[in-house]
Structures are given as structure tokens and as C-alpha cells.
């Protein structure tokens, strides 16, 4: 068990599925993390003032993970952020675009 205050890891997605996959993952690394179906549902959380950073679902309903980023900046709400999706090409969605303030962005493929 990790305690209250420990390093907190956000994940937003709206599989069910995918967010307790990620949930058991940080578990076993002894990871404490909190996760939401909706960008909107993260937003209204009482997140603990704590080292974070978000997982974030790409291709969410609504809005799209890469446009949430834009305005949790626009906010003022800084959170490393690390993009997940489910889509098999980049063409559907402009992520070279979106990767102007990025510090890194890349891409891992499953064989």
C-alpha cells in the first residue's frame, strides 16, 4: 500500500479495460494512481498536491487527448503528460503537428 501523499500517477481513458490494465501495472511497481473515463472527470477530481503525471488517452470521446493537453497548459496546470492510443496509424489524428511542445515525442509499435 502506497501511502496518501506518495507520487501519483493520473490516467485518463475511456476503456474501462485499459485503465485497470494501467492501474494493476503501477500497483505492481508499488505505484499509487487514480484514474478517470473523461478529460472532464480528471478536471473536477481533488488531485493532492503531490509529484504527478498523466496518462493520457489520445483518441478520447469529446475531446481528444491532444487537444485536453492544450488546455490543461492554457490553465496553468503543469503535469508531464505521457499519450497512449489505440490508433494504428498517425494519419488519424495529427499528432506531428501536436508535437510542437513536446520535448520528446515518439512512438512504440507492438510486433
Known amino acids: 500500500?502506497?501511502?496518501?501523499?506518495?507520487?501519483t500517477v493520473f490516467v485518463v481513458d475511456d476503456d474501462a479495460g485499459v485503465r485497470a490494465s494501467i492501474e494493476g501495472l503501477l500497483k505492481?511497481?508499488?505505484?499509487?494512481?487514480e484514474s478517470f473515463g473523461t478529460a472532464e472527470g480528471f478536471l473536477r477530481s481533488?488531485?493532492?498536491d503531490v509529484p504527478s503525471c498523466l496518462?493520457?488517452?489520445?483518441?478520447?470521446?469529446?475531446?481528444?487527448g491532444l487537444d485536453f493537453q492544450h488546455e490543461l497548459t492554457d490553465a496553468g496546470v503543469q503535469i508531464p503528460i505521457i499519450f497512449i492510443t489505440c490508433l494504428l496509424y498517425t494519419s488519424e489524428l495529427p499528432v506531428e503537428g501536436a508535437c510542437h511542445s513536446f520535448q520528446f515525442c515518439g512512438m512504440a509499435r507492438a510486433p
Open 1 to 7: 500500500m502506497t501511502p496518501a501523499g506518495a507520487p
Open 28 to 33: 505492481s511497481a508499488g505505484l499509487r494512481s
Open 46 to 48: 481533488n488531485r493532492p
Open 55 to 64: 496518462v493520457l488517452d489520445v483518441s478520447l470521446p469529446g475531446i481528444n
